[in-house]
Structures are given as C-alpha cells and as structure tokens.
C-alpha cells in the first residue's frame, strides 16, 4: 500500500520580475511540481467596472436608436441584467523536477494582459 502526501503554497507577488526567479527558488528548494500560474490584474473591479459603464452606454445609444426609429421616445430603465467574465491566460508551465536543486534557476514568464467581457442587457420603458 503507498500513500501520496501533497502540500500545496499559494505566492502571490506584483513583481512579475521575480516570477521566474521564485519558480527557481521553489524548485531549488524541493518543490518537484509548480503549477496553476494565475496573473490577475489588481485592478480587476475596476476594470470590471468601467467595461459595464460602457456596455450601458451602448446598450442606451441603440435603444435611443430605435425608439426614435419608430417614432417613440425611450423612459426610464426597468431592469439592468449584468454579464461579466474575465478571460485568464493559461500559465500552467507544468514544471516538474526539472532544475530541482539548481541554485539560480530561472524560468522565463512574460506577462499578458486580462481580457473582460462585459454584457448589459437593458430594459426601457417607451413613451
């Protein structure tokens, strides 16, 4: 009968400098699987937020459209359903024991950008 321990560390760093050369260290210091690399924007809510402003904004300048196209006027919003995503790129390196015990190890990581995704549907009333 075999058993499997497994213990997983979480870093969170905003020095993207320093990712390859944590992975280094990591692995130098007896990790044998680095896994699941997330880069997520600080700014996410934010980003999040201006996005939904915009979708809005479109969403009333082609509701304004066509209510004038058919004569109407457009009232007050009745409901505001709000899609959001964030699209993460995938950094899994999937690196397993290679350098271990390698003092100085790097692995090269280059940042990317996160992408978000902001869908408004919106409710007028018309007059």
Same mark, same amino acid.
């Given at each position: 009968?075999?058993?499997?321990?497994?213990?997983?560390?979480?870093? #969170?760093?905003?020095?993207?400098?320093?990712?390859?050369?944590?992975?280094?260290?990591?692995?130098?210091?007896?990790?044998?699987?680095?896994?699941?690399?997330?880069?997520?924007?600080?700014?996410?809510?934010?980003? @999040?937020?201006?996005?939904? $402003? $915009?979708?809005?904004?479109?969403?009333?300048?082609?509701?304004?459209?066509?209510?004038?196209?058919?004569?109407?006027?457009?009232?007050?919003?009745?409901?505001?359903?709000?899609?959001?995503?964030?699209?993460?790129?995938?950094?899994?390196?999937?690196?397993?024991?290679?350098?271990?015990?390698?003092?100085?190890?790097?692995?090269?990581?280059?940042?990317? @950008?996160?992408?978000? @995704? #902001?869908?408004?549907?919106? #409710?007028?009333?018309?007059?």
């Amino acid at each position: 009968m075999g058993y499997t321990a497994t213990n997983r560390v979480r870093v #969170v760093t905003k020095n993207l400098d320093k990712i390859g050369e944590i992975i280094g260290a990591a692995m130098a210091s007896g990790a044998n699987e680095v896994d699941a690399l997330e880069m997520i924007t600080a700014e996410a809510g934010v980003a @999040q937020a201006e996005a939904l $402003k $915009k979708a809005i904004k479109s969403a009333r300048n082609k509701a304004e459209a066509a209510a004038s196209a058919s004569g109407r006027k457009l009232g007050k919003v009745v409901s505001i359903v709000e899609t959001s995503t964030m699209e993460i790129p995938d950094w899994t390196p999937g690196y397993k024991s290679v350098g271990a015990g390698v003092p100085g190890l790097e692995s090269p990581i280059s940042p990317g @950008q996160n992408d978000f @995704q #902001v869908e408004a549907k919106v #409710v007028f009333e018309l007059l």
